[in-house]
């Protein structure tokens, strides 16, 4: 069957320090990805995504890479901050699926 | 001005009543969506439409029936509440198809005691 991602993992950072997220898909039809974030008691927002043509994608402070060879994506974050203490998600699509099929997602706890 | 709306926030209900959650977006999307997030975070989709069109059924027990009066509007209607349909319970818009623009609610928290 389809799956995304990993059971939760909790993952660990000093504030300033670069926080790499990781996550595994299975779906080779999938074409694009997308980065979420859940704070507690809100709904997931969006980071950044990536199209399966590319292979790395920059926006502030965030970095997605995608190996489409062995199937992972992974998420950079630059000088972690406080704020960023969240949940993290990827998200797989296809073209025209109508749904998002997401990872099980992993917790960044940011210390100060 | 909120583009994914739902309501009630926080639903906590006994096991056999029926309850519904609201959901409006403001975004000019084609697409809404229900998702259901469980106690391990883990987000899976229940129901999509397409303007008002349902496409997307995950085998969902019948109990649970999605309406679209228009295309800015998705409701769930959830009948005869058993204690596993405890979750929280997102609704989402998208522009058509594809992912873009995928726009999640604050979410729906229920509990069914």
């Known amino acids: 069957g389809e799956s995304v991602g990993l059971h939760l993992p909790t993952l660990s950072v000093q504030e300033g320090d670069n926080s790499i997220i990781n996550c595994a898909y299975s779906?080779?039809?999938?074409?694009?990805f997308i980065w979420y974030k859940q704070e507690s008691g809100k709904g997931p927002q969006f980071i950044i995504d990536?199209?399966?043509?590319?292979d790395k994608r920059q926006g502030q402070r965030v970095t997605v890479l995608l190996n489409k060879t062995v199937k992972h994506l992974s998420l950079q974050i630059a000088a972690t901050q406080p704020g960023d203490s969240a949940v993290y998600f990827c998200?797989?699509?296809?073209?025209?699926?109508?749904?998002?099929?997401f990872g099980s997602g992993t917790r960044l706890l940011v210390r100060p | 001005d909120t583009a994914v709306s739902q309501t009630p926030k926080y639903l906590v209900t006994q096991m056999g009543n029926d309850k519904s959650i609201k959901c409006e977006q403001n975004?000019?999307?084609?697409?809404m969506y229900w998702y259901k997030q469980d106690s391990k975070k883990f987000l899976k989709i229940m129901f999509s439409?397409?303007?008002?069109?349902?496409?997307i059924n995950e085998t969902v027990p019948n109990r649970f029936s999605p309406k679209s009066p228009d295309k800015a509007h998705l409701n769930l209607h959830i009948n005869s509440l058993e204690l596993g349909d405890s979750a929280v319970y997102f609704c989402?818009?998208?522009?058509?198809?594809?992912?873009?623009?995928?726009?999640f609610g604050s979410g729906t928290r229920l509990t069914v005691v």
């Open positions: 989402a818009s998208s522009e058509g198809g594809y992912s873009l623009g995928y726009t």
């Open positions: 779906n080779s039809a999938s074409d694009y």
């Open positions: 990536i199209r399966s043509n590319m």
């Open positions: 998200a797989e699509d296809r073209d025209s699926s109508y749904k998002l099929i």
């Open positions: 975004l000019g999307h084609d697409t």
């Open positions: 439409y397409n303007n008002k069109e349902l496409i």
